[in-house]
């Protein structure tokens, strides 16, 4: 370990609106340049304003088999949602053949689509799996099927291609700042820097290499669906799904699909920035400080083993994913959390409407100034170690081996599952 300042100190940085775009300027800029060229024949306020609300029901889209705009902003299949959802130019609509009254009821379907969906995501679990049979029941419809058609065949329009290729230039003409002295100081100064973030692992990785800090970072970057890939997960779901299939109605009250639901919704919890999904990122940090990707690939259970003090720092820019989860897991003076209160969130929780012990410990409105504290002014001793291991939802495999389930697919598998998971706390019960 390199002696300094911040010898032992693991300094996780989120990326977006953090590591980059800490204005959300270029978002911004990149939206509203592709919107430009589009032109849904509204003002720029309110394309902008569509384009938000879009990529707000983009969970519905991936329940259709759709690419989800939250998560890859350019692609067609999101474009091509918008166009059919808010396009007010008439002779886009003539050219891309979108029915009048087309309009109107796919931005409504999506709606409650995407409102079925938030509900399998929150509150009581049993609340959870009966949105999932609804929305399950929903997606067999005809109306959902012909908007399905809709959408495929105005993403496979050229035009549409095209706007998807603007984005991604207009994304690529953004500046991008330059972290390499911030990290290598930090290094010199005996701290990790790592990087935590929500989202795709194609996507977030690419958003470090564009960054320049691949090689810094190797083996450094936690991302939230790597965290909640489970082996066995794949199998997990198609079990869910065809039970409900097949029990209807009254699926909600057979108790296997209940446990199998159970472990289900524990999984998500990894796949956001909960207390969770950061207490699995402690305990890979604990096993392999320089590489914890290592840990998330090769640990069944990752729970480290004799647990080492073990110093913590988090930057990002929202405070319900990047400072909240944290204090939840550790307490406000564990560690510490350092908000960016600045672009696209920062108008998000105010620091004056924040009790005192659910404050982050540092905030900075600028990025230069929370740059230069990490640099210039940071201390081992102001960060409280963690002295003892977060408490962990264990990654159980789900079904040892997938080919015998596909080949026996009996209860003993879900027997197995049921012991595994009355071993196991419950999911939250909110999001
Ligand atoms: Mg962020």
Not at 316 to 333: A, H, K, M, Q, T
Request: glycine residues 6%; negative net charge.
């Amino acid at each position: 370990m390199p002696d300094g300042p911040l010898s032992g100190v693991v300094i996780a940085f989120d990326i977006d609106n953090t590591l980059l775009d800490p204005t959300g300027e270029g978002y911004r800029r990149t939206v509203t340049d592709t919107l430009a060229q589009i032109d849904l024949g509204l003002s720029p306020a309110q394309a902008f304003a569509a384009f938000e609300e879009s990529r707000a029901n983009g969970d519905a889209l991936e329940r259709l088999g759709f690419a989800n705009p939250i998560h890859d902003r350019a692609h067609p299949d999101g474009l091509a949602a918008l166009c059919l959802t808010t396009c007010a130019n008439r002779s886009f609509v003539t050219e891309l053949r979108i029915g009048t009254d087309e309009s109107e009821p796919a931005a409504a379907l999506l709606s409650e689509l995407a409102e079925l969906h938030r509900r399998t995501r929150g509150g009581p679990v049993d609340s959870r799996l009966a949105a999932e049979i609804e929305l399950r029941g929903r997606l067999r419809e005809d109306g959902v099927a012909r908007l399905r058609n809709v959408i495929q065949r105005l993403a496979a329009h050229a035009k549409v291609a095209a706007w998807s290729e603007a984005y991604r230039e207009a994304a690529k003409r953004q500046p991008v700042p330059d972290h390499r002295p911030l990290f290598e100081r930090l290094e010199q100064r005996g701290a990790t820097p790592i990087v935590i973030t929500e989202g795709r692992t194609t996507i977030q990785r690419a958003k470090v290499e564009r960054l320049g800090l691949t090689d810094i970072l190797e083996g450094r970057v936690l991302i939230t669906e790597t965290v909640a890939h489970v082996p066995g997960r794949a199998e997990l779901d198609h079990r869910i799904r065809s039970m409900i299939d097949k029990y209807g109605g009254d699926a909600h009250t057979n108790d296997q699909l209940l446990s199998l639901w159970t472990y289900r919704c524990l999984m998500n919890e990894w796949s956001r920035k909960t207390p969770a999904f950061y207490a699995t990122c402690l305990h890979a940090i604990q096993c392999h400080m320089n590489r914890p990707e290592a840990a998330l690939a090769d640990s069944l259970y990752l729970l480290a083993e004799n647990w080492l003090p073990l110093r913590f720092v988090m930057i990002g820019d929202r405070y319900d994913s990047d400072v909240e989860p944290l204090i939840d897991l550790l307490g406000r003076d564990t560690g510490m959390t350092v908000r960016l209160q600045a672009g696209k969130y920062g108008h998000r929780h105010p620091l004056d409407d924040l009790p005192v012990d659910r404050r982050p410990r540092k905030t900075f409105t600028e990025w230069d100034a929370l740059a230069q504290f990490l640099t210039d002014e940071l201390s081992m001793e102001q960060v409280v170690p963690i002295t003892s291991p977060p408490e962990i939802v264990p990654r159980l495999e789900v079904f040892e081996d997938p080919v015998a389930l596909d080949r026996q697919g009996g209860p003993q598998d879900v027997r197995r599952f049921m012991r595994a998971i009355a071993t196991i706390p419950r999911p939250s019960q909110g999001d």
